[in-house]
C-alpha cells in the first residue's frame, strides 16, 4: 500500500536558517503530493502541493519539488522566522485504486525555531 | 464560511462512557473524514464518508461508529470509551470537482481524555 517516510524531529534552528524537512513515499500510479503545517493548538492546513512529476508547490517563502524518479517530495524554506515553528507533515493522495480523496501522512516533524 | 467545525473542544470521559463528537462543514464537500492523532504516531483515519448514506472503515474503525445523514454533518460515536481512545481527534473534509487536487480542509480538533 501506498506510505510516506519523512524525517524524524524534531528539528531545532535559528531564526534565518535555511530549514530542508525530508520527504520520501511510495505509492502505485501517480500519486498528488502535499505538505500540511499544524501550528499549536491547531488543526492542519494545506502549505502547497503538486500534482504531477516536476511540479514544484510554493506558499509562503517554502517550496516542494516533486521528484518521481527519487520518489521524494522535500520540504525547503531559505530562512525560517520564528513564526515557522510549528509541525510539518507530508501527505500523498493514492493515484489508483481506492478512495480518490484518501490521504496517507507521514508521521510529522516538529520544527522550533529560536530567535 | 465556517470551514469545517468540530464541538466539543475538551472533553474528559471516564472508560466505559459514550459520547459523539460533533462535526459540521459548510462548503458542501461530498467527502469528510475522522483521523485520530496520537504522538509519533501521525494522524491515523478512523472512518470516512464519500456522500451522504455512504459510510467506510479507515485504518483503525474499532470503537468508534459513524453515519452521514446529511452532506454536512459527519459525526463520530465513541461507544464504550477506553483509555486507549485518549486522543486528539479531527475531521475533515474535501472536495473532487474537475481540476481539483482534493484538499482536506481540517476542523481545530477535539481533545480527548478518557480515565
Known amino acids: 500500500g501506498d506510505s510516506v517516510t519523512q524525517m524524524e524531529g524534531p528539528v531545532t534552528l535559528s531564526e534565518e536558517a535555511f530549514l530542508t524537512i525530508n520527504c520520501t513515499y511510495t505509492?502505485?500510479?501517480?500519486?498528488?503530493l502535499f505538505w500540511y503545517v499544524q501550528y499549536p493548538g491547531e488543526g492542519l492546513q494545506l502549505l502547497l502541493k503538486?500534482?504531477?512529476?516536476?511540479d514544484k508547490g510554493s506558499n509562503k517563502g517554502f517550496e516542494a519539488t516533486y521528484r518521481k524518479e527519487t520518489t521524494s517530495f522535500h520540504l525547503e524554506k531559505g530562512s525560517v522566522q520564528v513564526s515557522d515553528s510549528a509541525v510539518y507533515f507530508c501527505a500523498l493522495r493514492g493515484g489508483s485504486g481506492g478512495s480518490n480523496y484518501k490521504l496517507t501522512f507521514g508521521k510529522g516533524t516538529l520544527l522550533t525555531v529560536n530567535p | 464560511n465556517a470551514g469545517v467545525t468540530q464541538t466539543p473542544k475538551f472533553q474528559v470521559l471516564k472508560t466505559g462512557q459514550s459520547m459523539t463528537l460533533q462535526c459540521a462543514q459548510d462548503m458542501n464537500h461530498e467527502y469528510m473524514s475522522w483521523y485520530r492523532q496520537d504522538p509519533g504516531m501521525g494522524l491515523r483515519l478512523i472512518h470516512y464518508s464519500v456522500g451522504a448514506g455512504i459510510t467506510d472503515q479507515g485504518e483503525v474503525p474499532n470503537g468508534y461508529n459513524v453515519s452521514r445523514s446529511t452532506t454536512e454533518d459527519f459525526p463520530l460515536r465513541l461507544l464504550s470509551a477506553a483509555p486507549s481512545q485518549t486522543s486528539v481527534y479531527f475531521c475533515?473534509?474535501?472536495?473532487?470537482?474537475?481540476?481539483?487536487?482534493?484538499?482536506?480542509?481540517f476542523g481545530p480538533g477535539t481533545r480527548l481524555t478518557v480515565t
Open positions: 475533515a473534509s474535501s472536495y473532487g470537482g474537475t481540476g481539483s487536487s482534493y484538499e482536506q480542509y
Open positions: 505509492a502505485t500510479g501517480y500519486p498528488s
Open positions: 503538486a500534482t504531477k512529476a516536476d
